[in-house]
């Protein structure tokens, strides 16, 4: 037997899940049940996962499945004690006429590990300010991402403009030509076209307003090659 939060983080996932195609996020799962913590939330997803309600999917951010639902909320019109969940939905219209239909997309939740600079380096950021939803087809096979909000416009002819977000993976080396992040002396850290010549490095802007940077190739440490990108309107 479920408890009433319990029901209600159900009810609000499947709610979620059935508009969307993608579970609510643990801050909007937080907000939506009004507790003060994303710690409830973990408990009562842990819980629903002993009962074999939901199952969390391994080494996928923001990913879970539903394997069961109580009698009680397969009922016509079932309430979790009254609860009802934050959703907010326009007018239905009707599509256009060459519309295709919305199918479910796979989503993750990546964390934004700060600001990289396009344009005179900055600081190495290692500390997570937020998160981000993200496409799973935005990313690149196996292996670790993260984002990083752009700032400045050494990247605007490569289509990157101050304050998006892009998707990185990580990885410790590129090819010529990729757009990577890349780690300058142990403490700058910058997005830049990566090319090696020799035992050099250089790493060009995609500005003629900003001159190409050269390094012996041990001042230049790659942390990750551009994957995706994200522009908010």
């Given at each position: 037997?479920?408890?009433?939060?319990?029901?209600?983080?159900?009810?609000?996932?499947?709610?979620?899940?059935?508009?969307?195609?993608?579970?609510?996020?643990?801050?909007?799962?937080?907000?939506?049940?009004?507790?003060?913590?994303?710690?409830?939330?973990?408990?009562?997803?842990?819980?629903?996962?002993?009962?074999?309600?939901?199952?969390?999917?391994?080494?996928?951010?923001?990913?879970?499945e539903i394997l069961k639902l109580p009698e009680a909320m397969?009922?016509?019109?079932?309430?979790?004690?009254?609860?009802?969940?934050?959703?907010?939905?326009?007018?239905?219209?009707?599509?256009?006429?060459?519309?295709?239909?919305?199918?479910?997309?796979?989503?993750?939740?990546?964390?934004?590990?700060?600001?990289?600079?396009?344009?005179?380096?900055?600081?190495?950021?290692?500390?997570?300010?937020?998160?981000?939803?993200?496409?799973?087809?935005?990313?690149?096979?196996?292996?670790?991402?993260?984002?990083?909000?752009?700032?400045?416009?050494?990247?605007?002819?490569?289509?990157?403009?101050?304050?998006?977000?892009?998707?990185?993976?990580?990885?410790?080396?590129?090819?010529?030509?990729?757009?990577?992040?890349?780690?300058?002396?142990?403490?700058?850290?910058?997005?830049?076209?990566?090319?090696?010549?020799?035992?050099?490095?250089?790493?060009?802007?995609?500005?003629?307003?900003?001159?190409?940077?050269?390094?012996?190739?041990?001042?230049?440490?790659?942390?990750?090659?551009?994957?995706?990108?994200?522009?908010?309107?």
């Amino acid at each position: 037997m479920l408890t009433r939060k319990q029901l209600e983080l159900l009810d609000f996932i499947k709610t979620r899940m059935d508009r969307d195609g993608v579970p609510p996020s643990f801050d909007e799962m937080k907000d939506a049940l009004d507790l003060r913590s994303k710690s409830g939330i973990h408990r009562l997803i842990t819980a629903l996962e002993e009962r074999g309600f939901i199952r969390r999917l391994a080494h996928r951010a923001r990913a879970l499945e539903i394997l069961k639902l109580p009698e009680a909320m397969e009922k016509p019109g079932f309430i979790a004690g009254g609860f009802s969940p934050k959703v907010i939905a326009g007018d239905k219209v009707d599509p256009p006429r060459a519309a295709l239909p919305i199918e479910a997309i796979h989503a993750m939740e990546l964390p934004v590990m700060g600001r990289i600079a396009a344009g005179v380096p900055i600081e190495a950021i290692s500390h997570v300010s937020h998160h981000v939803a993200v496409p799973g087809s935005m990313l690149a096979g196996r292996g670790q991402h993260y984002a990083l909000e752009v700032k400045g416009d050494s990247m605007i002819e490569a289509g990157i403009n101050d304050g998006d977000i892009v998707v990185i993976r990580e990885q410790n080396s590129a090819e010529n030509g990729e757009i990577v992040v890349a780690l300058v002396e142990d403490h700058e850290a910058t997005l830049k076209r990566f090319r090696r010549k020799g035992n050099m490095i250089a790493l060009e802007a995609a500005n003629p307003a900003y001159e190409t940077r050269v390094f012996p190739d041990h001042m230049v440490k790659v942390q990750g090659r551009l994957v995706g990108l994200i522009r908010n309107y």
